[in-house]
């Protein structure tokens, strides 16, 4: 069967577009939408493509998540994975002109009582959620559909992690540019060292816990040390634009 025809289900592209771009039009909205709405949004947020890749993974959409070798493997991914959060985080701390205005993630959008819940369902959508929905989409789908774009072979039949300089090019341009223009230089290291890790280990579920280990280090971090840090005028340094 055509794969055009098979998109709404498990051997489609549903389930990789689905979780991908629910969570970005979450997203999009939440930033426009009024103050008393901005607590639902946090939920919906989480909630939604967390909901739509259990859904897809319990109905099988998913093999390339199985099989995978950890052992003392499990370690070299932890260390890929915190040297992209150093990679991340440095170069904010050491460059003032770097930062953003942003104030970032406010702790507070679900009232003074809630600032422990606020953070609970930030720590699992950025931890938990967004590395399979973005590794799903990008170095699963992306990379493998760019390599049958001009044919109707499914993608599915292009291997995991199979380098070619078209299909590598697209996804860290595409990579890159879906996030906010002051990350773009961390995000093209961060993209090129897991893209690196990515052809190395040749499967996709190193890379989810690569990238659930970044964020986490990079979450853990701003959580510890926010306001730690000083910039070159003395004044200490919010880290919440991280997040």
């Not at 919906?44 to 493997?73: H, I, K, M, Q, T």
């Not at 499914?154 to 070619?164: D, E, G």
């Amino acid at each position: 069967m055509p794969e055009a025809h098979q998109q709404g289900g498990v051997g489609g592209w549903a389930p990789y577009w689905a979780p991908y771009f629910s969570f970005i039009l979450i997203v999009m909205f939440s930033g426009r939408v009024a103050a008393p709405l901005t607590a639902i949004f946090l939920v919906l947020r989480v909630a939604v493509p967390l909901g739509l890749f259990v859904y897809y993974a319990l109905r099988g959409a998913y093999p390339e998540l199985r099989g995978a070798r950890f052992g003392v493997w499990a370690l070299a991914d932890l260390a890929v994975g915190l040297a992209g959060a150093a990679l991340w985080i440095a170069p904010f701390l050491v460059w003032d002109e770097l930062r953003p205005d942003t104030r970032g993630f406010d702790t507070g959008r679900l009232g003074p009582d809630g600032v422990w819940l606020a953070l609970t369902l930030r720590a699992i959508g950025y931890v938990c959620v967004t590395p399979f929905i973005e590794e799903l989409f990008m170095r699963s789908w992306l990379v493998r559909y760019v390599e049958v774009a001009q044919s109707k072979r499914s993608f599915r039949n292009v291997p995991i992690a199979r380098f070619s300089w078209m299909s590598f090019l697209v996804v860290v341009v595409f990579f890159v540019t879906t996030h906010q223009f002051w990350e773009y230089g961390v995000m093209l290291g961060w993209t090129l060292l897991t893209m690196a890790w990515f052809y190395y280990r040749k499967h996709l579920a190193p890379i989810v816990l690569v990238h659930a280990v970044t964020n986490g280090a990079i979450f853990a971090f701003v959580v510890a040390f926010d306001r730690v840090f000083h910039d070159a005028s003395g004044s200490p340094i919010s880290l919440w634009f991280f997040l």
